[in-house]
């Protein structure tokens, strides 16, 4: 299941919560430490083509304590 709760049917690689697109295909049994996260993330096709991971979603929702601007 993509984060949005739509059936997954593509995977991203993801270094510190972005979608990489270009180098290798796959990266299997890195010999160094890299500076951030590598992982991978199943997402539903609309997301995929968007390159909106789970992570960049959250980040970018609105938090609740925001309390919004009431025209005056």
């Known amino acids: 299941m993509c ?3 739509a059936r997954a049917t593509h995977n991203a690689r993801t270094v510190g919560g972005e979608m990489v697109v270009e180098g290798e295909q ?3 049994g890195d ?7 590598v992982g991978y993330e199943v997402l539903c096709r609309r997301h995929h083509r ?3 991971t789970g ?4 980040a970018a ?4 304590d925001v ?6």
Do not use: F
């Not at 992570?55 to 959250?58: D, I, N």
């Not at 309390?67 to 005056?72: E, I, N, R, S, Y």
């Open 26 to 28: 796959v990266v299997v």
């Open 61 to 64: 929702s609105i938090s609740p």
């Open 50 to 52: 968007r390159w909106l």
């Open 55 to 58: 992570a960049a979603a959250h």
């Open 31 to 37: 010999v160094y430490q890299p500076v951030e996260e």
């Open 3 to 5: 984060w949005c709760g």
């Open 67 to 72: 309390l919004p601007v009431m025209p005056g």
